[in-house]
Structures are given as structure tokens and as C-alpha cells.
């Protein structure tokens, strides 16, 4: 098991769990102790887990981006003034890629008062949208893996090479000034990769609480965003240094 696979593993059981045991770890993923502590050591250092003795808890409330399902019910206000400057990006008649995600679904909620067609890999998305007469939807096919409601496959891989959208709105679970933009889970980023690649314009859809936090793996660096849409919470230092970058920063209201 390589050593990305193994850190998934471990990050999975913590947002089980919240607490992990490296002899458990050592036992469940064939391993040795001393790879464990290696492992949790290097966890660690990325900011994603605190070690303490045989094992490691959560990160700090303030400082984490761990776990996924604390960060989709947070900041729902953040992301829905996020939405309104999102939306009006959008024009009649465009075709629109929307990445899976609580802030791309508030996204969702403001359309329908004009026509648009809106290409998406995931299901609340897509229920969201396909009442509205004015929405052309384009579900993207797949398996839908753990918790997310976003489906995952080769189908989904398959038509993205083929097709070409007008304006990609996604998200990230960290954005660094010197990492870029990252995820936790691997099957993540390639989709991302391709979807990044398949757009005109790519908006970059992310809460400040996001900034300079960093997830397991990367899948983009910030010359890939076209601009960045977040809220006013966003330090000041950070928008300067994406600005100097050459890369838009809207604040929401």
C-alpha cells in the first residue's frame, strides 16, 4: 500500500472515529508501528492531525479542514453571499460546469431565471436544478463513493475529454499561496485535473476559513484559477499575494 493510500486510511478512521491508535493503524493496514508514527508524523506537519501518545486526535478546531462533514454544514451564510457574486458571472445561453460541493449547490439555488445549460457529476445538484425550466441538465454518470453525493467513474472521465464549457465553478479543501490547491481523497484529483481542463474560464469557489490550509494531495496550482470568489473574512495579506500572482480576488458582501 503506497504511502498516499495509507494516509486516506487513516484520515478515513479520524473522521469516524476522532481519535486513532497507531497498534490499530499497524494491525488494519499491514504495516509496522514505526511506519504508522512516520505516517502520522507526516500528517502532522501538513496540519491535518495532532499525535499524541500511541496514536492522534483531530487538529486544533480553529486550524482544521478535517473533517469533510463538519465543513459542509459550516459557514452556510459565507457560502451563500458567496453564490450571489458567483451567479453573476453567468450568462444567458453559456454552458456551465459545476463541481460537486455545499458552496456550488447554493449556486444552483439562484438559477433558473434564465437559460443556461448546466453540466454536473453531482445528485444535489442536479435535484436542485432539473425542476427549473430554464436549466438544460447534464447529469454526469458514475458511482457515488462514501458520504459525497457526487458520483465518480469512468463514464463521467469519458465524456469530460469530449466536451468543452463556457465557465467551471469548483472548489478546493485547502488553497495555499505555496501548494496550490489540494484534497484529502486521491479519486478527487483527476476529476479536478480534467474539469480544470475542459473550461474557458475557471472560478474557484472557497470560504476564507480555506486559505492556507493544505489537504493530503495536490491537484492544481493557483495559475490554473482564472479568479476566486470567497468572503470577506479573507486576510489581507493572502488577497495581496494572489493579486501579485495576477489572480482576481471578488469579496463577497
Known sequence: MLS??????????????????????????????????????????????????????????????????????NNNESKA??????????????????????TTLQVAKLLGDFPVTVITNDLKIAFELIEKDQVQLMVLGGSKIGASSSLYGVQASELLRKIRVNHLFFGATGVSIEHGLTVFNSFHVEWKKQIIQCADRVTLLAESTKFEKVGLIQFATLADVDEIITDSGLDNKIQKALEKQSIPVTLSK
Open 4 to 73: 498516499v493510500e495509507r494516509y486516506e486510511k487513516i484520515l478515513e478512521q479520524l473522521e469516524l472515529n476522532k481519535i486513532v491508535k497507531v497498534s490499530e493503524l499497524s494491525t488494519e493496514l499491514g504495516v509496522t508501528e514505526k511506519t504508522i508514527r512516520i505516517d502520522l508524523e507526516a500528517l502532522e506537519q501538513k496540519g491535518l492531525v495532532k499525535r499524541i501518545h500511541g496514536g492522534a486526535v483531530l487538529q486544533e478546531e480553529d486550524t482544521r479542514i478535517f473533517p469533510i462533514s463538519e465543513r459542509q454544514a
Open 81 to 102: 453571499q458567496i453564490a450571489l457574486e458567483a451567479v453573476k458571472l453567468i450568462q444567458p445561453l453559456e454552458t456551465v460546469l459545476m463541481d460537486g460541493g455545499s
